[in-house]
């Protein structure tokens, strides 16, 4: 009785994730609510296992990270950021990137961002400053 209704339990999961799987495939956008759908799981737990992985346990990782694949799942970082009102990204403008000792800062700055989970956004101003002096 009990491996009938695990057996049955199981072919309502496989269907509902062969079901989301298709309608993904045609939309081509999958949300977490769908990797949710699919591996049977709330999304809070989705979440949990994409943000920190050691805090659920192997079973329910493998289930989602199979899912993830199998509805085309991937975090989109722009939406991420503005909703959580952060964009782990730092802005950085140079007068001369050529110059060794900006470029040794900019080196410097991006090993440490990286390691704290930013992206680093490089500008140089170099031209900008050589226009504004041409216009006046």
């Known amino acids: 009785m009990t491996s009938l209704r695990h057996s049955k339990k199981s072919n309502r999961l496989t269907k509902r994730k062969e079901d989301v799987v298709e309608q993904k495939q045609h939309s081509g956008t999958a949300t977490m609510k769908d990797v949710a759908n699919a591996a049977g799981v709330s999304t809070a737990t989705v979440s949990r296992t994409l943000m920190t992985p050691e805090k659920v346990s192997l079973q329910t990782r493998q289930k ?13 970082n722009l939406a991420r950021s503005y909703k959580r009102n952060e964009s782990k ?28 989970g930013y992206f680093v956004l490089i500008g140089d101003c170099k031209t900008s400053t050589k226009t504004r002096k041409r216009l006046h």
Do not use: N, R, W
Request: include cysteine.
């Open 64 to 76: 989602v990270e199979q899912a993830v694949m199998d509805v085309g799942y991937y975090p989109h």
């Open 89 to 116: 990204t730092i802005l950085a403008i140079v007068p001369d990137i050529s110059d060794p000792f900006f470029s040794d800062v900019i080196c410097g700055l991006e090993k440490v961002a990286a390691q704290e």
